[in-house]
């Protein structure tokens, strides 16, 4: 047995919740924010996956309907521990925004107009900005662009944004193009 299959083998429901409340308590800006503290804590803290795999959870996650959080949570927890594992980590991510959503929506009102509170609001706003582009240069740089491949992502995302095609499209799209070319390079 290999160390990282015995160290994903004896992690505890506890720590599984524990770990991804902390990452889901600490991060600000969605789902694409909580790669790097995910990444920290499940490849680089606590040895659960090795980076490659990472990478490959995070694609199945995207492909996937719903939360990214919530989704590239499920996959790991159900990589480590099966089912009861996607619970845990599925829960340890959800709680933090259920309770943070619940205070706010409880005592918003109160603080809406609030010049400190406005002020606090910009200010993460750029914050929030650079914690969902650190992990999507990581990607990049993981997905092994090249000069012939690095103009993918570039068109994809100006044909979201300057275009409106919808995501869906691109992801089949891109899913087409790579089993194209894979079957181009097995002849």
Not at 22 to 48: C, D, N, Q, S
Not at 75 to 94: D, P, Q
Request: proline share 4%; net charge positive.
């Amino acid at each position: 047995m290999k160390n990282e299959e015995f160290a994903a083998a004896e992690v505890g429901y506890y720590e599984l919740v524990r770990t991804f409340f902390h990452i889901g308590i600490f991060t600000l800006g969605g789902g694409y924010a909580m790669i790097p503290l995910i990444e920290e804590e499940v490849v680089g803290r606590h040895k659960w996956i090795e980076k490659e795999e990472m990478l490959d959870l995070i694609a199945i996650a995207q492909s996937c309907p719903g939360v990214f959080a919530i989704n590239i949570a499920i996959f790991i927890g159900y990589k480590l521990r099966k089912v009861r594992g996607a619970i845990a980590t599925a829960f340890g991510t959800a709680l933090p925004s259920f309770l943070i959503i619940l205070a706010i929506a409880i005592f918003f009102k109160q603080f809406e107009h609030n010049p400190i509170v406005a002020a606090a609001f910009r200010g993460i706003r750029p914050a929030v900005v650079a914690l969902i582009a650190v992990p999507t240069f990581r990607l990049g740089q993981r997905a092994q662009l090249n000069r012939y491949t690095f103009w993918i992502p570039i068109v994809s995302a100006l044909a979201i944004w300057a275009l409106g095609v919808s995501p869906i499209y691109i992801i089949i799209l891109a899913g087409i193009g790579g089993a194209a070319c894979a079957s181009l390079n097995d002849k």
